[in-house]
């Protein structure tokens, strides 16, 4: 759930506190509730059927519908790793390291633990990343001193400038990038990685939960962060990187090994759950407790997946802050075809036998999916008007 927290996740939430203040901290509060139910959903799908979303849909509607969910996601994550892979060098660049070498060891790190290593492995490293994570956000507010009053009257008021434009197009980025599509696949093949048996849906929702609570905190402490930062219209990794340098050693030393840590740890989550998804609708097999030589055309997808985003997070230049928000809000239109057929997988008894979802969970889980649609729609909306 903390990978919902990369470095396109902190470029829009630093993007939002330094263009409105403390305004976006309510929207992302409130964004626990639909990323708790969302992402709940993916994971009861792993759990209960012991597929993946690709896979679920695939045995129940057919490829075709399988390809609509997964292969519109994979494509799109290209960006996704290159904003990883972008967020990793200017990380790296910040501490007088060469963003090539920096680059360089997070795709051969990267690469190594998924094949080498299975899925216990893996998971307490990214745990062990997600705790240097927390930690350089919350250095990050610290840093910042936000004004506590003005989080509580100004933040956290529900009555936000929401008939502006700007401040629609910033509310479906960062529903964008609160709710990803890679997440949900990520979610549910973890699920059917680790084996988790039905006993345990209620513990994996009460984790969620938390999950999503301390994912929307960090995002809302980012945001405040961004407020002692002038983010320029039109940024390269090099300005960004110029930029955050202005905060001073402590809080380039911060900066970096947030960039770092999200951006490696996100890294491993999207490749790992777009390569699931791929695989699953092209049914391959993806154990990553299997050999290199016993699912060569899957670890060999996951390779090539990210060496060309390796590449043009080295060359890409323009305005990176612009290509990432909109990336975002792309993100919610990709997120409507996968959220449906999860809601439909959910609710069917032929799917879910006895733990198919509940009247009242239906109801909740499409109200989540509706207000994130709508939101994420409203802002991209904004960008035509």
């Known amino acids: 759930m903390i990978a919902d927290v990369d470095v396109a996740s902190i470029i829009t939430g630093l993007q939002s506190g330094s263009s409105f203040g403390y305004r976006l901290v309510f929207i992302e509060l409130i964004l626990i509730a639909p990323l708790a139910t969302i992402q709940y959903a993916s994971g009861a799908l792993g759990i209960v059927t012991g597929h993946g979303i690709g896979e679920a849909v695939r045995l129940h509607w057919g490829k075709k519908y399988s390809s609509v969910a997964a292969l519109p996601m994979a494509t799109i994550d290209f960006m996704t790793y290159v904003a990883e892979y972008a967020g990793i060098g200017i990380g790296f660049a910040l501490i007088g390291i060469s963003p090539v070498i920096g680059i360089f060891i997070a795709f051969v790190l990267h690469n ?70 890679w997440m949900l696949f990520y979610q549910a093949g973890a699920a059917v990685e680790k084996k988790i048996q039905k006993t345990s849906l209620r513990f994996h929702r009460n984790e969620t939960l938390l999950g999503a609570v301390v994912s929307e905190i960090l995002m809302a402490a980012i945001v405040l962060a961004g407020m002692k930062i002038n983010m320029a219209s039109i940024l390269t990794p090099g300005d960004l990187a110029s930029l955050l340098a202005a905060l001073g050693p402590a809080g380039t030393y911060i900066m970096s090994v947030g960039l770092i840590s999200a951006g490696f740890l996100a890294l491993i989550v999207a490749s790992l759950g777009s390569a699931w998804g791929v695989a699953e609708v092209l049914n391959w097999s993806r154990r990553l407790d299997s050999k290199f030589s016993e699912q060569k055309k899957f670890y060999t997808l996951f390779i090539m997946e990210s060496f060309p985003a390796a590449i043009t997070g080295l060359l890409i230049t323009g305005n990176l802050v612009s290509a990432i928000l909109n990336l975002m809000v792309v993100y919610v239109v990709v997120l409507l075809p996968i959220g449906v057929m999860l809601g439909l997988l959910v609710s069917d008894v032929r799917v879910m036998g006895a733990e198919k979802f509940s009247l009242s969970s239906k109801i909740l889980y499409w109200a989540m999916l509706v207000a994130v649609e709508a939101g994420g729609f409203v802002g991209l909306l904004s960008i035509f008007q």
Do not use: C, K, W
């Open 112 to 181: 190594v633990m998924v094949i080498t290593g299975g899925y216990r492995h893996i998971e307490s490293i990214l745990l062990l990343i997600t705790v240097v994570l927390i930690l350089a956000i919350i250095a990050a507010v610290l840093f910042s001193t936000p004004n506590l009053t003005s989080i509580l009257f100004i933040g956290m008021n529900p009555l936000q400038p929401y008939g502006n434009r700007d401040y629609q197009y910033l509310m479906a980025a960062n529903i964008g990038a609160v709710i990803m599509p």
